[in-house]
């Protein structure tokens, strides 16, 4: 065996010199890419924007006041007392007539759930629209729906608060029955969007003295007949819980008069942390699957309202004041949009001030379309698809 020990041939250095000068390159070219990305999601994060353009516009041909509207899908639905309409940029895709009082929503992907308060028939639709008309045997409180279309119904009797789980085309699959001098006044239910999972919230009153509990139910594995009832957190003595909402299939946040706890919720439930002797009154709230608003009345600055936003552990992502009187609140990514029936005002994580308007019409519904400059406006009988700019 013989070994070469000596200088490099003249073509060979030639060779390595060519291939670490490309070297050099590739690498500045890389970096260079990854500033320019970075400059453009920072500039993305805090750019300003003084108006907007309409990219569509249409008649919704509904004028009555008694109209609630929520995104959905790619548009979003009205709901009325006689009926809902869904709309996306197309315009009108689908109508259902109904008679409610008092309309019960909800919406997972692509199902909507809606239900009459005290009634006993739940509307399951899609995209398509009517998917089913689902009854139950007790008068409803509140409903839930999955992604698949695994309806979750609180229902109440005269002694007894019942759970009641069936599919899309109204097979039962688990009805829970409770005691309400046990376990309380059902008051919210919440189920992850997979089905596998439900939390529920109750008042409580012992000895003359008022709380709350939850009850946390898994039915993702068979229990040969047991119990789904898996954990019961019931330390809120003087509290009021009014609000519990999945944030993803595994988090969960609970909201009271004067506390917020973030539970996570996986083989079994345990509490992450909370926020126990909340001063100011919550005035509004707002939930996804990553972030928890609240915005309070704010005395100790020089802004009328203050909004905290939480993650779906707990922690604090971001906090801001405003002065704007404000009848709705929402999220735009990282953004916070709050705005009132004439005005609005958009503000990054960070506080600053990013978008501010004055409208000529009354505002009834403005939806961000996922991106902190695509909405959707609803004015009236009219809804425009805008970009801010």
Not at 245 to 252: K, P, R, T
Not at 353 to 361: C, Q, T, V
Request: aromatic share 12%; glycine share 6%; proline share 1%.
């Amino acid at each position: 065996m013989s070994s070469y020990t000596g200088d490099l041939p003249e073509s060979k250095r030639a060779s390595a010199r060519r291939l670490s000068g490309r070297s050099i390159i590739l690498i500045i070219v890389t970096v260079a890419a990854i500033v320019a990305a970075a400059a453009f999601v920072i500039y993305r994060n805090i750019q300003t924007f003084t108006g907007y353009t309409v990219e569509r516009t249409y008649d919704l041909g509904n004028t009555s006041e008694n109209v609630s509207v929520y995104k959905y899908a790619d548009g979003f639905i009205e709901v009325s007392y006689s009926g809902v309409s869904y709309f996306d940029r197309r315009g009108s895709i689908w109508n259902e007539y109904f008679e409610m009082n008092r309309p019960i929503v909800d919406i997972c992907e692509d199902y909507i759930a809606i239900a009459d308060t005290k009634q006993r028939d739940v509307y399951v639709f899609d995209r398509s629209g009517l998917v089913n008309r689902v009854s139950t045997t007790r008068d409803i409180i509140d409903v839930e729906i999955s992604k698949a279309g695994v309806i979750a119904v609180s229902e109440n009797s005269s002694e007894s608060n019942y759970i009641e789980m069936k599919d899309r085309n109204g097979n039962e699959l688990i009805n829970i029955r409770s005691i309400f001098s046990s376990s309380g006044y059902p008051v919210d239910i919440s189920m992850s969007s997979d089905a596998s999972r439900l939390a529920a919230a109750y008042i409580t009153i012992s000895s003359g003295n008022i709380g709350s509990r939850i009850q946390f139910y898994d039915f993702s594995w068979d229990k040969e007949g047991g119990d789904a009832l898996v954990g019961t957190f019931d330390d809120y003595a003087g509290t009021i819980l009014t609000t519990i909402d999945f944030m993803g299939d595994n988090n969960l946040c609970a909201v009271g008069d004067n506390v917020i706890s973030f539970y996570r919720f996986t083989s079994s439930p345990s509490l992450i942390t909370e926020e126990r002797g909340i001063e100011n009154e919550i005035q509004s709230l707002y939930i996804n699957d990553d972030y928890l608003v609240t915005v309070v009345r704010d005395y100790s600055e020089d802004t009328l309202f203050r909004a905290d936003i939480y993650n779906r552990s707990g922690e604090k992502a971001a906090s801001m004041g405003f002065d704007l009187p404000y009848t709705h609140i929402t999220l735009a990514g990282k953004n916070l949009m709050v705005y009132s029936s004439s005005a609005c005002q958009l503000y990054g994580f960070e506080g600053n001030l990013r978008f501010s308007y004055s409208f000529d019409e009354h505002i009834d519904c403005l939806f961000s379309k996922g991106a902190a400059d695509q909405y959707i406006l609803v004015s009236g009988s009219s809804t425009r698809f805008i970009k801010l700019k």
